[in-house]
């Protein structure tokens, strides 16, 4: 299948790499900027453990993956596949710099499929994860907006399509808590 | 976003062929500087400066793989600006105001150039 050019998007963060680093790779809590998704890990942050992006009730799993590449306050990649679609896997790869006094956070997707929904909401989606990590690391939390949308995602989870039910996505030895 | 940077973003918005070599990225994303230059009438080396300053205001990303460096368009220093003076409620009623400029003036067009033929 073609794939499209990479999308990269870019922003800078008035706040330390360690903060970024913790907010991307957190399995403690759900991750604002992942569209409110808790990440559920088969084993350790390492390459070649399975990665799922979970509702917070853990029913429903939005993303699933396999981490790439760990490098602790610089580099995280892992491949990206929606649930919802039958498209192939695409990369998501994070990139932190010290700039400024702040830290240069870049998202950069690869292997994108060209005419696919994953491709389409990928290069869209790519804007609101830079821009609402962002804001919930130097302010604590997303903006209004965005938490009024993660409240609409909350009630309309139940008309989730039935495919992205956590029990179609086991990874094993999960570690997050599914209550 | 701060002053500083919103200033370097407004200055480097503000030149048209600047913004033209926006648009030349957003339709080829990763394209090289010498295709890009290729579009303007003006040296290489005046084009990379233009770049530069696309890029210290963010709107342009330069990835180099090999000896060639590959350019995208950012979208997101855009976003924190439009961001910076719409709430939810402006933007969807903004949207609507945009596209329905966007379409008058488009089938104006499309009439203007059907009289012309």
Not at chain 1, 84 to 112: M, S
Not at chain 2, 51 to 65: F, G, P
Request: aromatic share 8%; net charge positive.
């Amino acid at each position: 299948m073609p794939e499209q050019p990479p999308s990269v998007f870019r922003v800078w963060i008035d706040a330390t790499p360690e903060a970024v680093w913790h907010e991307i790779t957190r399995t403690d809590e759900p991750i604002a900027a992942f569209f409110n998704n808790r990440m559920h890990l088969s084993g350790e942050l390492q390459p070649g453990s399975r990665l799922a992006m979970r509702t917070g009730s853990g029913k429903w799993t939005g993303v699933v993956g396999e981490i790439l590449e760990v490098m602790p306050l610089v580099r995280f990649a892992h491949t990206f596949k929606f649930t919802a679609y039958d498209d192939p896997e695409c990369t998501v790869i994070y990139e932190l710099e010290p700039k400024d006094g702040g830290v240069q956070f870049t998202l950069t997707v690869e292997n994108l499929p060209v005419g696919t929904k994953t491709g389409k909401n990928m290069s869209s989606g790519g804007k609101l994860i830079v821009n609402t990590l962002k804001r919930s690391v130097e302010t604590g939390r997303p903006s209004f907006g965005i938490r009024m949308l993660y409240v609409l995602f909350k009630v309309l989870e139940p008309i989730s399509p039935k495919r992205c039910e956590s029990d179609n996505w086991p990874i094993d030895g999960s570690r997050g808590t599914q209550s | 976003m701060n002053e500083e940077r919103t200033d370097r973003l407004l200055s480097a918005l503000a030149h048209s062929g600047r913004r033209r070599m926006l648009d030349l990225l957003m339709e080829a994303p990763g394209i090289s500087v010498k295709a890009l230059a290729s579009h303007f009438p003006i040296s290489r080396v005046a084009v990379l400066k233009h770049v530069q300053l696309l890029e210290e205001a963010e709107l342009v990303i330069t990835k180099k793989r090999g000896r060639t460096r590959h350019l995208y368009f950012n979208a997101v220093p855009i976003q924190l600006l439009r961001d910076r003076w719409t709430t939810h409620y402006s933007a969807f009623f903004a949207e609507r105001m945009a596209d329905i400029k966007t379409r008058v003036e488009g089938r104006a067009m499309d009439e203007q150039e059907s009289k012309r033929a």
